[in-house]
Structures are given as C-alpha cells and as structure tokens.
C-alpha cells in the first residue's frame, strides 16, 4: 500500500499544513478515515436495530418489568432465568414441542424436498409448470395459510373428513384435537416449505460434477447406490446448509400456530411453542421481565444449534 | 489532531467543544420538550372491529363539523388492538387519542399503568352527560380506584339461541339446565353431524360464556379475595358444562371460540347455544344463515341458584393518557355515548349501556320481540362480570379454564379443578399485590 506523504487528498477531511511541513494528514490516514465514515450510516442502523433490542431485551430480562416496560422496574438478578427453567408446567413441555415440531418438520421437508429435486434433477415435459405449482405454497402468508387449512381441518365443516369418509377413515378433529394438533401443524407447514428445501437442493444438485456418477455406472452401480454413496455426499455441505436455514426458521414458528391454535397454543397448551410461550407472556400476561429471560434462553438456544451446525458444515465442506 | 490553541483563530472551535456541542444538539433534538398536536392533525381513534364502530363512523361527519377536525378511525381486532395498545402506550405514543378498551379484560392493567386519562370531572361535571343515567353495573366497572377512566358503549348478555322447529315438541326453548342437558342429549346425531348443542371449548375464550353457568349453579370466580373455583357449586358448574359439549357438542369443540362455534349453529347444525347477544344478527342473515327462519331467543336458563346471567360492558371508550387532543376526545366521548346518540344506536340494533334508552320501548323496536324481552330479563338477572375482577385477566383465564377442558374432554373434573383452585389462590395473592398501585 502507498503511503503518500503529498497534501491530503481524495476527499480527505484534514486541514493543509503550512508549507514544508510534515502533512497533517496522510492519504492512508484520510482513506482509513472515510472508511469509517461510509461505513457509518449502515454500522449506526445495525446498532440501532439488532444491537439495542439485544441489549434492551437483556437488560429487561433481569427485571420484574411488569404491565408496563418503563414503569419502575427492579432488578432481579437471575430470577427470572430461574423461574423459566424450573417451570415445568409451561417453559419446558413448549421447549419439547419446538424440538419435536422443529426436527419433525424439517426432516420431513428434507427428505421430500431432496426427493423431489432428484425427480426434476432431469428437464422433462411440463417441467416449468410443475416448478411453478411447487412454489404456490411458498408465495402464500403463513396466516392465510393457517385460515385456509383451518377451514379444510374443520372437523365439522371441512372438506377433509368428507374425503377421508370415501375411503372409510373415520372423521378426524385434527387441530382440534390436543393430541393430533402438534402432528397437523407439521405437516401444514411441510406442505408450505418442502418447496423451498427442493429449490435449495435442485441449486446443489445442479452444480455437482457428472464424472463420478458416471463412473459409478461404468462400474456397474445402480441408481440407489449411485444416489447413497456418491450424489449424497456430494452434496453434504449443501443439504446443511439447507438444514441451518429452515431449521432457524422452522424453530421460530409463530403465525400459523397462533392463527391455528390462538393463544397459549391451545386449550391444553398442546401447541405452545417457545415462540408462542413468549408472546403469551409478553401480550397477555405483560410480564416482560420473564418473557425476555424466555426469549433469551431462546436465542442462546438457536445460537447454539446454529453453531454446532455450522461447525459441521465447515468440516464437511473441508 | 488538534492545532494548537495559540494558532486557534478567535471564536473558532477545538474538535472536542465541536463534539460536545453537535452531541448536545442531538441529545437536545431527541429529549421531548412540551409538545402541542397541530391545529391540521386529525383525532385519532383506534377502535375494535365491532358493528358498534362500523355504526359510529356513518355519523362522523357531525362530531367533525363541530369540532373542527378531521377523525381519523381505524379497526383492528381484539387482539390485534390489545397487541397495539401494549406496544404504543410502552412507548407513551401520542399517536392514539380515543381508544376503546374492554372494562373488564384490559382496563385495571391501562389504569395501573397510567395510560388512560382520569374522566372523573368531566363525566361527574357535565350536566348534559347525565352520567348516573348509565346503568349501574356498567358505571361501576368504569371506576377505577375511585376515578372514572372510560364512558361504557356496548352492553352485553348471554342469549340462548335454539332452533323453534326442533325445540317444539319439547314444549319451546329449556327453562332450566337439566331440562337443556335432557333436550341436547335427546336431539344430538353426532354419528350423523348434528349436535344437541355448540359452545365455545377454549380454555380461555370459554371463560366468559361459562360465568352464567358457575353463577347460576351458585357460584363465582373468587370469594372474600380467595379463589371460588374448588367450591362445590363451581365443580357441578364444570362438570354440567364439561357434559353438555362432551356428549352432546361437536368435535374439536376445544378449539373453539365465538369465531368456530357460531357457524355451526348458523348452519343448522345444532339445536341450542349460548353466547353473546349481540351476535344475534349473524343467525338472521340469509346469506350466511339456514336457520334466519327458526331461530328462536330465550333467557338463561335457571340453574340450582336461579337464572344468573352476566350483565356486562363489553366495550367502553377511554382516553390515551399521551394524547395531545385531550379535549376533542373528550368531545368524541360525550358524543359518541350521548343519551341521543345511544339511542340511536340502540334503535340500530347495538345494545347500549344508558337506563333512559332501556326505558324506552321505542329503541328496542329493531330487535326481534323475543330477543328484546330476553335482554331485558338477563339485564334484570345479571351480574357486573363475566371473568375473574383481576389485574392479570389473562393468566386468571387459563387458570380457571383448565377444568373446562378436562370437562369436555371428559376427564375428572373434580382433581383437576382442585389442582387449578390452589393455583388460582396463589396467583391471587400475586395479583393483589400488583393492585396496590
């Protein structure tokens, strides 16, 4: 890098110096500065919009902020930590149902996503207007979504207990149901996002070399030892890359379960997700010094599946 | 790098007095000085969506002719609006001038929070308002802490809505709970898709319509400040109800609220409900109805203690404590509830909460005679609350809707209720606590 000793230039905020003296600031110097200063705008709003909440949330979460966030609140030290994670009641079976609702869906999406980028992997007839279709579910809003099934589930009026009676099913209540509510909401939102791992995948897919598959089939491999042992683990890094985003996602599930169930995620609570649990606590209870402590173990939780992940990836792709 | 002061020209400033005198001026434009609304900016009312509100809005050209000012209204749904009201009042919004508030869900938590203004000299001062012409159970649910915080709009009281065809043979519509117990059992096909009767099942949406049951088995929600809901009367009141919709309603029941349960009695699906009487008019539209011709309207039927119905104020109007217009929303409010204006809302179709209007037979025209006559005798019957009187409405909600549940679903009631009682004791002591305000 050249260090001028001329004049400050390129726009460089420094004053001129007398002539024959040392310049008072140096173009590295003025270039360093105006780094700083374009970078300014963007890091102010980070600061503003992640960093304080961040930081407000934390602080509150240490509080027994109660109706209102700003009226005198004391602190509690850990208190509220304590009380979430000794709450088995509510803090722990929502912790339960975020796992299990997390890892069922995504597994689900993962499989069918995978299996049916394999299917158009190939250019086939009528292949746009597929693709088109697949992604409808993606374009929709999670509320509209969870109205619409809702409708479709109604264990009364709905259209899918009129269609499981031509096959001889008996009526279901589906989300009516404490036991069948959690399963349901699985499965709607495998139908709404098994597109996006699809797309993901397809993406992968695509860009894997054809060689070692071919010469798999040159020695005589089949399509399913092909797929196992040579396309998978090709494709390691992306299908976890897939995994991190939709699990993120998946784990922060809110609208379709509170358009589904309503508050508390349901009458025996069946639903209530972590997310769920803390918007109770926030909207109905307004007990935000517990809701914060909640919402903070729920970051840290996120961040430390987010990090095992990655590390994964990063030795994969290594 | 700082040049040296002797070389400083006079009146030039150092970098570290410029800093501090463009952070002060930050810190000067962020701090809230006194602030006026402009003469230009509309009262803002954030209002439920409610035919109350739809019926309003027809007639705000008159209040904007007296006042000067353009209104601006704007509807959301009760948790939506509640969802609103918490994160702008956290933030002291001034956005937000009129507000309607439900007394008893939301409004002690507002008082206890300083965000709604104290009305008590304008209501008490105001010889035109004729504030002791509101009904008393209503008035008395607007005070807090001896200070009037909102004006009470909407009145409500449990209906029984039942179908008249297949009600005939059983002599009309049930007069007690047995006899409403016997006629939905007789009457439900489940197997068929045609259930005795439809309720709301959610742990917490069910809490109000259940109230008239637990007061007229004798019961209530808290007595002498301790929890009611162990009581004997309150367990019969569970079971009853628990059997009624776990033998003779719907599946899924558990999931339903006012929005689920309704339809299935507008689609003549089932024999009776009961629910708010406001809603009456949902099962007279043709275009979303089957039963607009045989729906009948009864009271509450009587229970061990009598017929005990609640009578409430569903929705009330309040004044954002930040508001900058305190004044016009003043003058929405003695406007908007005016002897005059209730009246004509009432001859709309929209129960208001003022006595003289009950008085006159002339507002009652619009309503079904049945349904008239049944409002009167449940406001006659009924009683100031339809939840527990607590700070935390909410969380009381869950607590003393978990037995419900295990009733429809059919499980032992009595554990159950004796498990949330204790619980509910508990949040009391909390809650009275955090009343002390």
Redesign the interface.
């Known amino acids: 890098m050249t260090t001028t000793t001329a004049r400050a230039a390129v726009g460089a905020p420094?004053r001129r110096a007398p002539s024959g003296e040392k310049p008072?600031?140096t173009f590295e110097q003025a270039n360093r500065r105006l780094k700083w200063a374009l970078l300014a705008p963007a890091l102010g709003f980070v600061g503003l919009m992640i960093v304080f909440p961040l930081v407000f949330t934390i602080n509150l979460s240490l509080t027994d902020a109660?109706?209102?966030?700003?009226?005198g609140n004391s602190y509690l030290g850990l208190q509220n930590f304590a009380d979430a994670l000794t709450d088995t009641r509510r803090f722990w079976p929502a912790v339960g149902r975020t796992v299990t609702f997390t890892l069922g869906a995504v597994a689900l999406e993962t499989v069918l996503g995978l299996a049916l980028a394999m299917l158009m992997r190939k250019a086939f007839r009528g292949m746009e207007i597929v693709r088109t279709i697949l992604m409808v579910p993606l374009l929709a809003t999670p509320v509209a979504i969870g109205i619409l099934w809702m409708l479709i589930l109604?264990?009364?009026?709905g259209i899918a207990n009129h269609l499981l009676g031509f096959v001889g099913i008996p009526?279901q209540?589906?989300?009516?149901?404490?036991a069948q509510?959690l399963p349901t909401l699985m499965l709607i939102d495998v139908w709404q996002w098994t597109p996006m791992m699809t797309v993901l995948l397809l993406a992968g897919l695509t860009t894997l070399p054809e060689e070692p598959e071919e010469a798999a089939r040159v020695d005589g491999a089949n399509a399913w030892q092909r797929f196992v042992h040579v396309i998978l683990p090709m494709l390691r890094t992306t299908i976890l890359t897939a995994l991190v985003l939709r699990g993120v996602d998946a784990l922060k599930t809110f609208d379709l379960i509170y358009a589904t169930?309503?508050?508390?995620g349901?009458?025996?609570f069946e639903a209530e997700t972590l997310n769920v649990y803390a918007y109770?606590l926030?909207?109905?209870?307004?007990?935000y010094g517990l809701a914060s402590a909640v919402l903070v173990l729920f970051t840290l939780f996120i961040v430390a599946i987010v990090v095992v992940l990655r590390r994964r990836t990063e030795r994969s792709a290594s | 790098m700082t040049l040296p002061t002797s070389r400083r020209r006079a009146g030039e400033l150092s970098r570290r007095s410029f800093g501090v005198l463009a952070a002060a001026s930050v810190l000067a434009a962020c701090t809230r000085g006194p602030q006026t609304a402009s003469p230009n900016a509309p009262l803002r009312v954030l209002a439920i969506n409610h035919v109350w509100t739809q019926a309003i809005s027809t007639y705000l050209p008159e209040l904007e002719e007296r006042i000067g000012r353009r209104v601006s209204l704007r509807m959301l749904t009760a948790d939506q609006l509640t969802s609103s009201f918490n994160v702008k009042l956290n933030a002291s919004a001034t956005d937000i001038d009129v507000m309607t508030v439900r007394p008893l869900q939301d409004q002690l938590m507002f008082a206890r929070n300083g965000w709604i203004a104290d009305l008590t000299d304008r209501v008490e001062g105001d010889a035109g308002y004729r504030w002791t012409d509101f009904q008393e159970a209503p008035r008395e649910r607007s005070v807090v802490g001896g200070a009037a915080v909102s004006v009470p709009v909407v009145t409500e009281r449990p209906a029984l809505y039942y179908r008249r065809d297949l009600l005939e043979d059983f002599g009309g519509a049930p007069g007690t709970l047995d006899e409403m117990l016997d006629i939905a059992l007789e009457l439900e096909r489940r197997s068929e898709g045609f259930f005795g009767y439809v309720g709301r099942g959610q742990r917490n949406g069910a809490v109000s319509q259940w109230s008239s049951f637990l007061y007229s088995f004798g019961g209530d929600f808290t007595h002498d400040g301790r929890s009611g809901i162990g009581t004997p009367e309150a367990v019969a009141a569970y079971e009853y109800y628990g059997r009624l919709l776990h033998e003779a309603g719907p599946p899924g029941v558990t999931n339903m609220s006012l929005e689920q349960a309704m339809p299935i009695f507008a689609q003549g699906k089932a024999a009776m409900y009961v629910d708010a009487d406001a809603i009456y008019s949902n099962f007279l539209d043709e275009t979303i109805s089957t039963v607009a011709d045989t729906v009948g309207f009864a009271p509450f039927p009587a229970g061990p203690a009598g017929s005990v119905p609640h009578n409430i104020p569903s929705w009330s109007l309040a004044i954002n404590e930040f508001s900058l217009l305190r004044d016009d929303a003043w003058e929405f409010l003695r406007w908007a509830s005016s002897p005059e204006m209730v009246a004509r809302l009432q001859a709309e179709g929209i129960p208001g909460a003022r006595q003289s209007v009950w008085d006159d037979a002339a507002t009652l025209a619009s309503f079904p005679a049945e349904l008239a006559e049944t409002m009167r005798i449940n406001a006659a019957n009924g009683i100031g609350h339809d939840r527990p009187d607590v700070m935390q409405v909410g969380r009381a909600r869950d607590i003393v809707g978990r037995p419900l549940v295990s009733g429809i679903l059919g499980e032992d009631v009595a554990a159950v209720a004796a498990d949330a009682d204790a619980e509910f004791n508990d949040f009391l002591v909390r809650d009275n606590r955090q009343r002390e305000f």
């Open positions: 420094g008072l600031v109660f109706g209102a966030v700003n009226a109604d264990p009364t009026n009526p209540e589906f989300l009516g149901s404490v509510s169930k309503g508050p508390g349901g009458s025996d109770g926030t909207f109905d209870y307004q007990e």
